[in-house]
């Protein structure tokens, strides 16, 4: 099957600080990806999709100017916590889209831990 | 709304036995379902999906699930679990836009 990476697997940062998340397909072009927020023992939960070359789409609830997501190219997408604080910590995944209607690919996840 | 209610937080089984993992939904239509594998370290894998005809569908690594209509749900099984099989199980429904909305997950144990 399709591959997506991330970058990094794990992250710790200082409050306050910004990190940068890469979501890749490695072997398909993906016009859609999406990025999810997971808590410990709960869901997934969608926080944005984007679509190469135009701004993303926030679900309700997730602030806009805190998660910055850039979708730069077919293959790249990135996920910028700004200003993070602890609550910011979390598991966040990417996946991406082939273009047919469900099938999304997964990243592996990364762990985000802000101190 | 549409949403996925997996009952079961964690579940644990021997070796060699059955398995059977509940998935109820919510939606206005004609769902379109899914399950997940997330193993550590892994993205989340496709066990299968059903989107119309036979309500039985047959998934990867022998796993199964029925859809059920009157009970709104989608139950995962497998005959036989391997301790290959312990990992975190999603269940999922599709919504507009190619999204899905995911239940909380059940953990799987698997003693041999």
């Known amino acids: 099957g399709a591959v997506v990476s991330q970058h990094p697997s794990r992250v710790i940062c200082k409050s306050g600080t910004s990190v940068k998340i890469e979501c890749r397909s490695l072997?398909?072009?993906?016009?859609?990806m999406f990025w999810y927020r997971q808590f410990p023992k709960q869901s997934l939960m969608l926080m944005a999709t984007s679509n190469e070359g135009s701004k993303a789409t926030y679900e309700q609830g997730v602030e806009k100017d805190k998660f910055l997501i850039n979708h730069a190219s077919l293959t790249l997408s990135t996920l910028t916590v700004t200003s993070a604080h602890p609550e910011d910590s979390s598991f966040y995944i990417c996946?991406?889209?082939?273009?047919?209607?469900?099938?999304?690919?997964f990243g592996p996840g990364t762990r985000l831990t802000v101190t | 709304a549409q949403s996925v209610t997996q009952p079961d937080i964690h579940i644990t089984v021997s070796e060699g036995a059955s398995l059977e993992l509940r998935c109820n939904y919510s939606?206005?239509?004609?769902?379109?379902l899914f399950w997940y594998v997330q193993s550590p370290g892994q993205g989340l894998q496709l066990l299968l999906k059903?989107?119309?005809?036979?309500?039985l569908v047959q998934g990867i690594k022998g796993f199964e699930a029925e859809f059920k209509r009157s009970q709104s749900s989608f139950n995962l099984r497998k005959p036989s679990v391997h301790w290959s099989d312990a990992a975190e199980y999603f269940c999922?429904?599709?919504?507009?836009?190619?999204?899905?909305?995911f239940g909380t997950g059940t953990s799987l144990t698997v003693i041999p």
């Open positions: 059903y989107f119309s005809g036979d309500t």
């Open positions: 999922a429904v599709g919504a507009s836009g190619n999204q899905f909305y």
């Open positions: 939606y206005g239509a004609t769902p379109y």
């Open positions: 996946s991406a889209g082939s273009g047919r209607r469900y099938e999304q690919y």
């Open positions: 072997d398909f072009q993906a016009t859609t």
